[in-house]
Nanobody
Framework: QAQLVEAGGRLVQAGESLRLSCAASEQAFTGAHMGWFRQAPGKERELVAV????????YYAESAKGRFIISRDNAKNTVYLEMNSLKPEDTAVYYC????????????????????WGQGTQVTVSS
């Protein structure tokens, strides 16, 4: 069964760093491009970062560029999101998701392309 489980969310102060992790079942992770999304209260879910299956390319939303780093450990079936210089506007539930395509170098940027989702982890940044 394909499964994703996020961890690492908590309350932090503005300016601090946090690392989220997403542990995946082998079925979900193998051959999958991995994305991090977030949803703040009253807002639509938005893409934060993506890393392709080959671990050769990444994509970041403008809000994440220069502050967040997505990485993956294919031996551990885990994807990470390192978040630095956190701001109150980063407060949201963060979700990891998996997308499988024939192209191993592809970077899916639409949530519609992802077919496996985790339950989310809450990140709260206080000012």
């Amino acid at each position: 069964q394909a499964q994703l489980v996020e961890a690492g969310g908590r309350l932090v102060q503005a300016g601090e760093s946090l690392r989220l992790s997403c542990a995946a079942s082998e079925q979900a992770f193998t051959g999958a491009h991995m994305g991090w999304f977030r949803q703040a209260p009253g807002k639509e879910r938005e893409l934060v970062a993506v890393i392709n299956w080959k671990d050769t390319d990444t994509y970041y939303a403008e809000s994440a560029k220069g502050r967040f780093i997505i990485s993956r450990d294919n031996a551990k079936n885990t994807v990470y999101l390192e978040m630095n210089s956190l701001k109150p506007e980063d407060t949201a539930v963060y979700y990891c998701a998996a997308a499988k395509t024939e192209d191993p170098w592809y970077l899916p940027t639409s949530s519609d392309e992802y077919n496996t989702w985790g339950q989310g982890t809450q990140v709260t940044v206080s000012s």
